[in-house]
């Protein structure tokens, strides 16, 4: 006799995207911008349903997708620098936006797979561009970076 759980079976989620959804619901005021990385836009979809991120913009991104994505990925097999300038500018952040709140996967495996990690070249390039790193949420494999404008 077989006692137990299978051993196929994961107890654990390998992301809590759920608790980092709901973060962000708690947190980012109507007039904060939310980037969704490419990692973790299927995640943000569907637990946004339950409970609403209200802020005035979400900008889906089309970079670092976890596999084969069904729209135009910016990705092309080319380097973070290269891409990293389209993707920023398609933020379009507005002046009323102090805050920028970025969701991406937090999984080693992930950035492995890709060869480069977008949470560093995002921090690298608001920071130059007058963005000061407020702070980083830890979720099991998720992560959430708020930025703030340095012109508030």
């Not at 560093?120 to 494999?141: C, D, M, N, P």
């Amino acid at each position: 006799m077989i006692s137990g759980t299978s051993p196929l079976s994961r107890l654990e989620p390998i992301e809590d995207s759920e608790c980092a959804v709901r973060y962000l619901s708690d947190h980012v005021e109507a007039h904060g911008t939310i980037y969704v990385h490419a990692s973790m836009r299927e995640q943000f979809k569907f637990y946004s349903r339950l409970t609403p991120v209200h802020s005035s913009k979400v900008v889906w991104g089309k970079i670092g997708s976890p596999c084969c994505p069904r729209d135009l990925s910016l990705d092309q097999k080319k380097q973070i620098r290269d891409i990293l300038p389209a993707e920023l500018a398609r933020l379009a952040i507005p002046e009323a936006s102090t805050s920028i709140w970025f969701l991406y996967t937090d999984r080693a495996d992930h950035w492995d797979r890709l060869g480069r990690n977008d949470p560093q070249a995002f921090e690298s390039w608001l920071t130059k561009a007058g963005y000061v790193h407020a702070q980083v949420i830890r979720f099991r494999g998720v992560r959430i970076d708020e930025y703030q404008s340095s012109r508030s």
